[in-house]
């Protein structure tokens, strides 16, 4: 569901990195994501996750935002 999404955003001149970061949080950091991590993990362990997780993608955008524009 998110392709068509990229594909607009792509169209319409958005930079590569923003949009493979829009792509990447949208999946890892959704609601049922974190329902779904809370069965097997701790608040404080989901908080290191969303932690880690949007610092990588942070950096992923910002490293294909520099090499390709």
């Excluded at 998110?2 to 607009?8: K, L, M, R, S, Y």
């Excluded at 959704?30 to 942070?58: C, D, H, N, Q």
């Amino acid at each position: 569901g998110i392709i068509p999404v990229v594909q607009a955003l792509l169209a319409k001149g958005a930079a590569l990195g923003t949009v493979l970061a829009f792509m990447m949080a949208v999946i890892a950091l959704s609601l049922p994501e974190m329902i779904i991590l809370r069965k097997v993990l701790s608040l404080k362990l989901i908080a290191v996750f969303v932690g880690v997780v949007g610092t990588g993608i942070l950096a992923v955008g910002f490293l294909f935002n520099a090499l390709f524009n």
